[in-house]
């Protein structure tokens, strides 16, 4: 497709439950980014893939967060044990490079309700 | 660390008239970008304008018009006649390019929510 796409839309879960969001990225963006966004609020940075590079994880709030990114194509971010509190939309975005600058093209996100 | 602060909540604007959102930041990146996204209440993040931190001109994007002051750490957006479907939250965000605790990653403000009436 053309842009950033997400799924599922939308999750609900039960607290306990382990879940994955995967996103697709735009072909061809060697860079993915996973951010959280909790109603009413802004965006807090979770994890970016550069290509082969070793990620940076240094958003992820704990260790029941994990993502991982098959070469420079699909992305799962995982919540194992969710609690109530990573009740939030999930918004994965993608750039490519090769310019000054490279703006994120976001996904429609994954909201993510844990009962 | 990098700081975005946006302190106005929400705003109400008529439609054609002027506004400026206020975005104030904080780095210790000596290069950076700054990125302006919008957020209608359909939930996508559409991206509006970016600003160079060593770019001589304010950047400009059809009705958006970024004042940038350095020296001030400001990045405010102004959107020229704005129009019922400007309505959306925005968003003011930072990534620098130097440091590496700064690379990449937007560092976003809490956001504006600007309300455009007839």
């Known amino acids: 497709g053309a842009g950033v796409s997400q799924s599922p839309s939308n999750k609900v879960t039960e607290k306990g439950k382990d879940v994955e969001l995967r996103c697709d990225p735009i072909s061809g963006h060697t860079a993915l980014y996973w951010y959280r966004q909790r109603l009413g609020q802004g965006l807090e940075f979770l994890i970016y893939?550069?290509?082969?590079?070793?990620?940076?994880k240094s958003g992820l709030p704990s260790d029941r967060f994990s993502a991982e990114r098959t070469g420079e194509s699909v992305s799962t971010l995982t919540i194992q044990r969710t609690q109530q509190e990573d009740s939030a939309v999930y918004l994965c975005?993608?750039?490519?490079?090769?310019?000054?600058?490279?703006?994120?093209?976001f996904g429609p996100g994954t909201r993510l309700t844990v009962l | 660390a990098q700081k975005i602060t946006q302190t106005q909540p929400g705003m109400f604007v008529q439609e054609k008239e002027a506004v400026t959102l206020d975005c104030t930041y904080d780095t210790s990146d000596p290069s950076y970008g700054l990125f302006w996204y919008k957020q209608p209440s359909s939930g996508e993040m559409i991206f509006l304008i970016y600003?160079?931190?060593?770019?001589?001109q304010n950047a400009t994007e059809g009705r958006y018009s970024l004042n940038f002051q350095k020296a001030r750490k400001s990045a405010n957006l102004v959107i020229s006649a704005s129009q019922l479907g400007d309505s959306a939250m925005y968003f003011c965000?930072?990534?620098?390019?130097?440091?590496?605790?700064?690379?990449?990653?937007?560092?976003f403000g809490a956001g504006t929510q600007v309300v455009v009436t007839p």
């Open positions: 600003q160079g931190s060593y770019d001589q």
């Open positions: 965000a930072m990534r620098g390019f130097m440091t590496t605790d700064s690379w990449g990653k937007l560092q």
């Open positions: 975005a993608s750039s490519g490079s090769g310019r000054t600058y490279n703006e994120q093209f």
């Open positions: 893939f550069q290509g082969n590079s070793a990620p940076d």
